[in-house]
């Protein structure tokens, strides 16, 4: 079935250091993934994307990684700052003759000064 | 440059009250959606819109009913709420959804409780 999910829920890093976010996917042709922050309260905020047609995207402290043949994506934030505490949440759009978009239930980064 | 705004914020109904919830997005995106977010799951698609005057399903339209007259604006309806209703409810916005690479930018979410 058509799935994207996480490996771990939560996750605690100290400040400084890196930290890697994973979520696992299903649908072999999705062709577009999208990473999204939500601090407590907000909404999601779009963080970084990646084409299926890449393995790595990088941008401001964010790199994304694309393993399409295991079905998985990690999210890597360098030098990880109290600021990036949040849930992040990994969605995959695919076209099912409309283009579908499937959320990923969250990971809950906490960031320990 | 507001984005996506919600109103109202936080909302407690009793079982069976109505209700609408108000999206406005000043972006001129032509796509716009509504979702829940309930603790553990993803957020999930209630109803969408491709455009002015045109409403679709999404993965959980039951007991919700959405109106686009305006652009700019997307109201998600509750006639007779239910305690499984009881959720936050995102309103996001894209630029064009038919494309499947336009980010979508969320509103900050408004917390529903049905007692």
């Known amino acids: 079935g058509e799935s994207v999910g996480l490996h771990l829920p939560t996750l605690s890093v100290q400040e400084g250091d890196n930290s890697i976010i994973n979520c696992a996917y299903s649908?072999?042709?999705?062709?577009?993934f999208i990473w999204y922050k939500q601090e407590s309260g907000k909404g999601p905020q779009f963080i970084i994307d990646?084409?299926?047609?890449?393995d790595k995207r990088q941008g401001q402290r964010v790199t994304v990684l694309l393993n399409k043949t295991v079905k998985h994506l990690s999210l890597q934030i360098a030098a990880t700052q109290p600021g990036d505490s949040a849930v992040y949440f990994c969605?995959?759009?695919?076209?099912?003759?409309?283009?579908?978009?499937?959320f990923g239930a969250g990971t809950r980064l906490f960031v320990k000064a | 440059n507001a984005g996506v705004t919600q109103t109202p914020k936080f909302r407690v109904l009793k079982t069976g009250q109505s209700m609408t919830l108000l999206c406005a997005q000043d972006?001129?995106?032509?796509?716009m959606y509504w979702y829940r977010q309930d603790p553990g799951m993803g957020l999930r698609l209630i109803h969408y819109?491709?455009?002015?005057?045109?409403?679709a399903k999404g993965e959980v339209p039951d007991g919700y009913n959405v109106s686009r007259l305006k652009k700019q604006n997307f109201l998600l309806g509750l006639e007779s709420a239910a305690p499984s209703q009881t959720s936050v409810y995102f309103c996001?916005?894209?630029?064009?959804?038919?494309?499947?690479?336009?980010?979508?930018?969320f509103g900050p979410g408004t917390r529903l409780t049905v007692l």
């Open positions: 819109s491709v455009g002015e005057g045109t409403t």
């Open positions: 969605a995959e759009i695919f076209n099912t003759g409309g283009f579908k978009t499937i």
């Open positions: 649908n072999s042709a999705s062709d577009y």
């Open positions: 990646i084409r299926s047609n890449m």
């Open positions: 996001a916005s894209s630029y064009s959804g038919g494309r499947g690479t336009d980010t979508q930018y």
């Open positions: 972006m001129n995106h032509e796509y």
